[in-house]
């Protein structure tokens, strides 16, 4: 298993002697085998990545497929795939990692989903500046209205399509309400602030209101993700948020 992980990632005599030595501490202080973990550690290296980030990457690997139950080419497409998303370093992989655990524990969902789902929205999601406890909170209002996984990701993805495309002046027209998408810098909102204004704008609205404001706005798979937001509310997705980022209780 070794072996491999020399011959994709090139690693000199002193780089590979240190991930020997780590495959053997983690397969002696986790689940996995010493041999498991030299097989995260070559799925690492054919990613891409360079020997001190799989060093880095590898004991965040093993946690993720533990507490999602995946295979490890699975969580690592999930682990590098978002660091990626989001611009993160190898080093946040513990905190990535805390927070997929958090977010599927605190919503009706589970890692395996979350991680589709962010493939289709993280993306969309790091261009409005969300962070990814941001995005799995929206994630996690998804799976508890029933969108997950991919629909959930590509709900995400229409959401942001609208949004971009119907706002003038950098804002949406919610019935007499006009909803900022944009800050007075130019700058995109997070999909939560946005939603939470739509759901003020809405108060007081009967369901035809309702229904003819957000649909001048949101579209067939949008709408769906703006009505999962709004049938639970913003008080449960700033919950959920909080829980997340409160990760370690």
């Given amino acids: 298993s070794m072996s491999k992980v020399r011959a994709i990632s090139g690693a000199t005599s002193n780089e590979f002697e240190k991930m020997r030595e780590l495959a053997k501490d983690l397969g002696a202080t986790t689940a996995h ?11 690492l290296a054919a990613s891409g990545m ?27 497409s999930i682990l ?28 009706n969902t589970n890692v395996g989903e979350l991680g589709e789902a962010m493939t289709y929205a ?26 997950r996984g991919g629909r959930a990701g590509t709900t995400f993805s229409a959401m942001f399509k609208d949004l971009t495309s119907k ?11 006009s909803v900022a998408v944009y800050d007075a810098a130019g700058n995109i909102r997070d999909m939560g602030s946005i939603l939470s204004d739509v759901e003020s704008a809405t108060k007081g609205m009967t369901d035809a209101q309702r229904d003819a404001a ?12 703006v009505n999962a937001f709004l049938s639970q509310g913003a008080e449960k997705y700033k919950e959920l948020e909080s829980a997340i980022y409160d990760r370690q209780n």
């Fill in 33 to 43: 085998s010493a041999s498991a973990a030299a097989d995260g550690m070559t799925i």
């Fill in 50 to 76: 360079e020997v001190n980030d799989i060093l880095e990457t590898t004991p965040d690997l093993l946690s993720l497929a533990s507490a999602a139950g995946l295979d490890l080419e699975s969580s690592a």
């Fill in 80 to 107: 590098t795939g978002t660091l990626a998303q989001f611009n993160l370093s190898a080093k946040e992989g513990t905190m990535v990692t805390d927070v997929f655990a958090k977010a599927a524990s605190s919503a």
């Fill in 122 to 147: 993280g993306g969309d999601a790091a261009n409005m500046g969300m962070d990814i406890q941001q995005t799995n909170a929206i994630l996690g209002i998804f799976a508890n209205a029933n969108l």
């Fill in 167 to 177: 706002a003038k002046n950098g804002a949406i027209q919610i019935g007499k309400s």
């Fill in 214 to 225: 957000l649909q001048a706005i949101f579209q067939g798979q949008s709408m769906r993700g």
